[in-house]
T-cell receptor, first 116, second 114 residues
Framework: GAVVSQHPSWVICKSGTSVKIECRSLDFQATTMFWYRQFPKQSLMLMATSNEGSKATYEQGVEKDKFLINHASLTLSTLTVTSAHPEDSSFYIC????????????FGDGTRLSIL | AQSVTQPDIHITVSEGASLELRCNYSYGATPYLFWYVQSPGQGLQLLLKYFSGDTLVQGIKGFEAEFKRSQSSFNLRKPSVHWSDAAEYFCAGENSGGYQKVTFGIGTKLQVIP
């Protein structure tokens, strides 16, 4: 069964709204989680690395004030898209590694965000 | 810079035919390598992984992949394709040791014709 859970799976909202996406590791502790973004018909691109108890590390070109990441516990990381606009519409996927590190990361099922 | 390349964006095969999806990687050291499959609107499903050891790895759904260090390749194969295999396939790499970001290839869309 799923070991990484994402919620919600699909959200539609108006432009200017802030949207929070949750990523939970269900049966293990994850000190590091990753957030990816996938535009239609494109590959997944890493947005940021979420570190429990510290600031996230953002990839070049990703606005940290736009995409707020909070990793307050060992089983939960949240991504908040602030003041979302239509160009933020995308598929967002998180992943987490179960210890020890030499295992494939577990991916959530993704969140489809549509901004009207 | 680390990269994963999938030369074929779109491949069409007949049902029952064999399949090979190409993947090349560029890493400083041998990375962990993965193949994932994604159906439209869905998340990722891991098909198989290579960490070390036997260079021919078996995965789910009858897929296999072979790691070739000399060619920096990790091609995915299946001897007989089923219509249900139609999907997007992503090759991905991660620096060995774990807890690292995964770099994805651009993806290969597989179409299966009757």
């Amino acid at each position: 069964g799923a070991v990484v859970s994402q919620h919600p799976s699909w959200v539609i909202c108006k432009s200017g709204t802030s949207v929070k996406i949750e990523c939970r590791s269900l049966d293990f502790q994850a000190t590091t989680m990753f957030w990816y973004r996938q535009f239609p018909k494109q590959s997944l691109m890493l947005m940021a690395t979420s570190n429990e108890g510290s600031k996230a590390t953002y990839e070049q070109g990703v606005e940290k004030d736009k995409f707020l990441i909070n990793h307050a516990s060992l089983t939960l990381s949240t991504l908040t898209v602030t003041s979302a606009h239509p160009e933020d519409s995308s598929f967002y996927i998180c992943s987490a590694s179960r210890a020890p590190g030499n295992q494939p990361q577990h991916f959530g099922d993704g969140t489809r965000l549509s901004i009207l | 810079a680390q990269s994963v390349t999938q030369p074929d964006i779109h491949i069409t095969v007949s049902e029952g035919a064999s399949l090979e999806l190409r993947c090349n990687y560029s890493y400083g050291a041998t990375p962990y390598l993965f193949w994932y499959v994604q159906s439209p609107g869905q998340g990722l499903q891991l098909l198989l992984k290579y960490f070390s050891g036997d260079t021919l790895v078996q995965g789910i759904k009858g897929f296999e992949a072979e790691f070739k260090r000399s060619q920096s390749s990790f091609n995915l194969r299946k001897p007989s394709v089923h219509w249900s295999d139609a999907a997007e396939y992503f090759c991905a790499g991660e620096n060995s040791g774990g807890y690292q970001k995964v770099t994805f290839g651009i993806g290969t869309k597989l179409q299966v014709i009757p």
